[in-house]
C-alpha cells in the first residue's frame, strides 16, 4: 500500500500486519476501546484478522452515530479490498467514506482521499 508521503505504514503491534491490514485491525481496537466506555463495557474481542475487525468497527460505529471513524474505517477497508482484488467491494466503500466526510465537511479528510489505488 502506498502511503503518499504520509508518514510510516499502520503496523498493528498484537497482529505483526502493516498497511491496510494493520488499518482495520488498529480500527477496530480504538472502536473496541471505545465501545467500552459508551457500550455498556461489553468487551470485544482483540485477536481477529483484517476482515472481522474492520466488519466489527463498522458495526461498532454505526451503532455509537460516529460518522468520522466510521468513515475512516470504511476508508482502510476500501483499501484492504482493493489490495486484495475485490474492486468493487472496495469502490462502494469508497464511496460511502468519501460521502460521510463531505456530509461531516472534513475537507481535509476529503483531499486526503483521492482515487482508490
Known sequence: MSHHGRGPAPYCTETGRTGAAAEGELAHHRASERADA??????????????????ESERIFREIRREDELARTLRAWARCESESGDREQAEGMWKEARELFEKLGAVQEVNRMGELQ
Open 38 to 55: 459508551q457500550v455498556g463495557g461489553q468487551q470485544v474481542g482483540r485477536a481477529c484478522d483484517a476482515q472481522v475487525c474492520f466488519a
